[in-house]
């Protein structure tokens, strides 16, 4: 199983960045997806997740209205769309898979099974 996530970078305060994970190994419409993130010094904390269609999905307060998830299960890719960015969005962002799809978990990071490599956000003031 191989998660792979891209799409980070470089952006001003106030741009716009999207993110991208693409899932192989795994029948990617099976699992529950969330998106992570990790700040310098900071313990890693959630963002968003999505349920196996789509059809729900859940965010941290902290990014509610600013970020989407989304999912495409017929290309096994889950992305994360962030706008309007604040320089504590600053991050290595990561996502993950979650088998068992237990909603009121998917807040906590051990529920889930696999994770991706992480991608740099920087979001300069």
């Known amino acids: 199983v191989q998660l792979q996530a891209s799409g980070g970078g470089l952006v001003q305060a106030g741009g716009s960045l999207r993110l991208s994970c693409a899932a192989s190994g795994l029948t990617f419409s099976r699992y529950a997806v969330g998106w992570f993130r990790q700040a310098p010094g900071k313990e890693r904390e959630f963002v968003a997740c999505?349920?196996?269609?789509?059809?729900?999905?859940y965010y941290a307060d902290s990014v509610k209205g600013r970020f989407t998830i989304s999912r495409d299960n017929t290309k096994n890719t889950v992305y994360l769309q962030m706008n309007s960015l604040k320089p504590e969005d600053t991050a290595v962002y990561y996502c993950?898979?979650?088998?068992?799809?237990?909603?009121?978990?998917?807040?906590?990071?051990?529920?889930?099974?696999?994770w991706g490599q992480g991608t740099l956000v920087t979001v300069s003031s």
């Open positions: 993950a898979a979650d088998n068992s799809v237990i909603w009121s978990e998917l807040k906590n990071q051990n529920a889930y099974d696999y």
């Open positions: 999505s349920s196996r269609t789509g059809g729900f999905t």
